[in-house]
Each structure stands twice: as structure tokens, then as C-alpha cells.
């Protein structure tokens, strides 16, 4: 991996609830929550809610891919493991996150989700990529690849 200049994945962290900011190269190290020291698990969807949608998106320095999708879509769970390696693949290289749109749905109407799954590539806060409807992994990395 060639990081040229810092930067930061910025979460909440899922257990205590507070906010850290990690250095990705350092993800496969199993960065810890600096406040409750649990881990910080970069290596697979990191479960946004629309409270940390917003400041995730905006302070995280990498592109940040999001799987908008529901409990009761199946193409959303067709599209899960996908997903899921997507995260694993390019941990340290993006941030892989998921939004359960039921969940949030003043953040999926501001964004104007239509269809779920949909997927949409981040990078400093700013839209680049989205593809609605489930997608192979191929598709995903090649949205992803548009922000790398
Ligand atoms: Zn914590």
C-alpha cells in the first residue's frame, strides 16, 4: 500500500459511541476504540445509522462505498457477500459501510434512494458513483475504482 499523505477514517465507534479517527494503513492491525478499546473491525461493512451517516462520510479521507439496503430485500441479501469481500479486499483502501434505509430515512430521501439495494461511492463527502439495483462484486470494485 502506498499512502502518500495521511489520512483518516473517522467512525463511531459501535460499542461506546464515541468517535475515533483511525489511520487506515494501520487497519490491518486491528486498530482499537481509543476510549473503550474494542476493536475496530475495518475489515468488513461498517453499520452506519443516520446519526453518524453524515460525519462518517464527510471526515473519512478514503473512498467510502455504501450499501443502502433492507432486512426484508432479497436482492440486498444476494448482494450481501459481495459486499462483504469487497470490505475484506480493499480494507486499508476504503471504507466499506452499509445503511439500513429503514432505519434512516430522512438520509435515503435526502440522497433520494429510489430502489434498494443501491450502492453509492463517497469520496470527501461528495458523491461519485451509484448503481441501484444488486450487482456482482466486479460491478462494485469498478464503482469503487472510480474514487481510488
Ligand atoms: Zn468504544
Known sequence: MTQTTATRVTVRCQFCHTWN??????AAQRPKCGKCARPMLLDRPWPLTEDTF?????????????????????????MAPFVDEVAREY????????LNTDLAQN????????????????????EVARQTGAVPKAKLVELLKTAL
Do not use: H, N, Q
Open 21 to 26: 479517527r483511525v489511520d487506515p494503513a494501520r
Open 107 to 126: 438520509t435515503s430521501t435526502a440522497l433520494g434512494i429510489r430502489g434498494i439495494p443501491t450502492t453509492i461511492v463517497f469520496k470527501g463527502g461528495k
Open 54 to 78: 453524515e460525519r462518517t462520510i464527510r471526515e473519512t479521507e478514503i473512498p467510502v462505498l455504501v450499501d443502502f439496503y433492507a432486512d426484508w430485500c432479497g436482492p440486498c441479501k444476494m
Open 91 to 98: 480494507e486499508g483502501r476504503a471504507l466499506v459501510a452499509k
